[in-house]
């Protein structure tokens, strides 16, 4: 059974079948749970600086 993985913008499941995996030319492997966190990252974006993502909680202790 394939396991879930890790959102790498929000730090959310990824389910089996769902979402996208993008990978880079240097080989990084990202895994988005949905559009809003892909579109994130390219706009540049911090996780830890946008409100709903489980990185900006851990971080600020939530």
């Known amino acids: 059974m394939p396991a879930a993985r890790k959102c790498s913008f929000c730090g ?3 389910e089996p079948g769902t979402g996208l995996m ?3 030319r240097d080989g990084t492997i990202l895994f988005f749970c949905s559009s ?3 579109r994130n990252h390219r706009l540049g ?3 830890h600086k946008v409100r ?3 990185h900006f909680r851990r971080a600020r202790g939530k």
């Open 52 to 54: 709903w993502t489980e």
């Open 22 to 24: 993008f990978v880079k």
């Open 12 to 14: 959310g499941r990824v």
């Open 36 to 38: 809003k966190c892909e």
């Open 45 to 47: 974006r911090k996780p």
